[in-house]
């Protein structure tokens, strides 16, 4: 359990050290964006990595369904990068997020 613990400790460290960005467009000052760094991807997909191998070297074993979502949005991302490499999804227009109006 404290080998988990510490573990996990890790993990949460590193994700509350990320620094990412915050972007105030002047014609709409009330709709912050959070812009995402190439770095800051890379080191999301590293500690998704982390969780499962903190998971399975504590004998856990996470739900088949973690594994085929995270490989879905890693394959989302990569083709998002292909096919639109300048569109914005978080502060796309058309999407409209949970809590927005």
């Known amino acids: 359990v404290e ?5 996990l400790q890790s993990i ?5 050290s990320m620094q990412s ?13 959070l812009t ?6 890379e080191e999301i997909t590293k500690i998704v990595i ?3 191998n903190a998971a399975e070297a504590n004998g856990l074993k996470l739900p ?4 085929l979502l995270t490989k879905q949005a ?11 490499p300048n569109l914005d999804v978080m502060n796309d227009p058309r999407i409209k997020l949970a809590g927005q109006a």
Do not use: W
Not at 21 to 33: F, K, R
Not at 64 to 67: L, N
């Open 21 to 33: 960005t915050v972007v105030i467009d002047s014609t709409n000052p009330g709709s912050p964006s």
């Open 12 to 16: 949460f460290k590193r994700m509350q």
């Open 36 to 41: 995402l760094s190439e770095n800051d991807e």
């Open 50 to 52: 982390d969780i499962v």
């Open 74 to 84: 890693l394959y989302f991302d990569r083709y998002l990068k292909s096919l639109a």
């Open 64 to 67: 088949r369904e973690f594994g």
């Open 3 to 7: 080998r988990f613990g510490n573990d």
